[in-house]
């Protein structure tokens, strides 16, 4: 079955759960050994990490170290680390070749940002994503922009994308953050929400548009790991 039929044959099966509910016959029982979460670390990312972490704390758990991350976001892998007993992180960096050869001054993300994100998010992903036929990400449609449309269950590049928290509200998130007792990143309590580099993250306008502090002035919204060849936010199944 290709991951499009895939896709679709497992919204009909799943497509009523979501979160912990979800994941669980995902990590067990479809996807044994041959799926994985992408995480940013970033300010809502704990939630995703606790449900993993108590069904399979050896689930593959991949970061993308961009080498423009805030030092915060490092140290606060660290701590969800420990505090969660992940067993199974992969930092992965971008090509020393890619980066020397086209950013050797490290200035990239100010005169091609899409070039900057094609070598130190997309290509290493695509690479760490070797040998599986899934992954999880923490999107969610309250973020707004092209996510407003994001689908619970996706097929894209060949591989199936399950977003568990796709339907979750900012106050969702919230409310089980302090129900599990999870820590704040420690740049939320200087106003960020959605965290990625540190030249291309600024804290919000608002609440309302968390998203609004990546690439500030730039037409830019997503770094290219959720789009497709077609610039598009997904193929496949919705
Ligand atoms: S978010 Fe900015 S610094 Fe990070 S990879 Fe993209 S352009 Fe480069």
């Not at 912990?20 to 979460?37: H, K, T, Y």
């Not at 961009?66 to 992940?86: C, M, S």
């Not at 106003?191 to 998203?211: K, M, N, Q």
Request: hydrophobic share 35%; charged share 25%; aromatic share 8%.
């Amino acid at each position: 079955m290709n991951s499009v039929a895939q896709a679709q044959d497992l919204l009909e099966r799943y497509g009523n759960l979501e979160g912990e509910a979800l994941l669980s016959p995902l990590i067990r029982d479809v996807f044994p050994g041959r799926l994985c979460l992408v995480s940013s670390f970033g300010a809502e990312a704990a939630l995703l990490l606790h449900m993993v972490s108590g069904i399979d704390s050896g689930l593959p758990v991949v970061f993308l170290d961009t080498q423009k991350l805030f030092p915060e976001t490092l140290a606060y892998r660290d701590l969800l680390v420990e505090r969660l007993g992940l067993s199974n992180i992969r930092t992965i960096y971008p090509d020393y070749t890619d980066t020397s050869r086209s950013d050797p001054d490290g200035t990239l993300w100010q005169s091609n940002p899409n070039a900057c994100c094609t070598i130190r998010k997309v290509k290493p992903l695509q690479k760490a994503l070797k040998g599986f036929d899934a992954w999880i990400t923490g999107r969610k449609r309250y973020h707004g922009g092209m996510r407003t449309a994001l689908p619970l269950i996706e097929a894209s590049e060949g591989r199936v994308k399950i977003n568990p928290l796709a339907s979750w509200s900012a106050q969702d998130i919230k409310r089980e953050f302090e129900r599990r007792g999870l820590p704040a990143h420690p740049l939320r309590a200087q106003g960020y929400f959605s965290i990625g580099c540190l030249p291309c993250t600024a804290p919000p306008a608002s609440e309302d548009d968390v998203r609004s502090g990546r690439w500030q002035g730039r037409e830019k919204q997503e770094c290219g790991i959720h789009l497709g060849d077609d610039g598009k936010f997904y193929k496949g199944s919705q």
